[in-house]
């Protein structure tokens, strides 16, 4: 089953901030908030409820497009 486009612009974000392959994570996070934001007002939910609910997708997701992992904070 493929993840709503929404969803996957907000993995990549998610994505983008924890590595910074693509330059500053400080904008990457401003991103990947933005995104999240729009994310609850489009699936009318809170943010707790949206993360616990597609957070676990978000490593299937990596491997499925075959990322490296994040570096663990």
């Known amino acids: 089953m493929s993840l709503p486009e929404l969803i996957e612009e907000l993995f990549s974000a998610l994505y ?3 590595t910074g392959i693509f330059g500053d994570k400080a904008e990457a996070h401003a991103r990947y908030e933005a995104i999240l934001e729009r994310t609850t007002r ?3 939910c809170d943010r707790v409820t949206l993360l616990k609910v597609i957070g676990p997708r978000y490593h299937r997701w990596i491997r499925e497009n075959k ?3 994040p570096p663990k904070k």
Request: aromatic letters at 12%; proline letters at 11%.
């Open 16 to 18: 983008e901030s924890r």
């Open 42 to 44: 489009e699936f009318n």
């Open 67 to 69: 990322l490296p992992q």
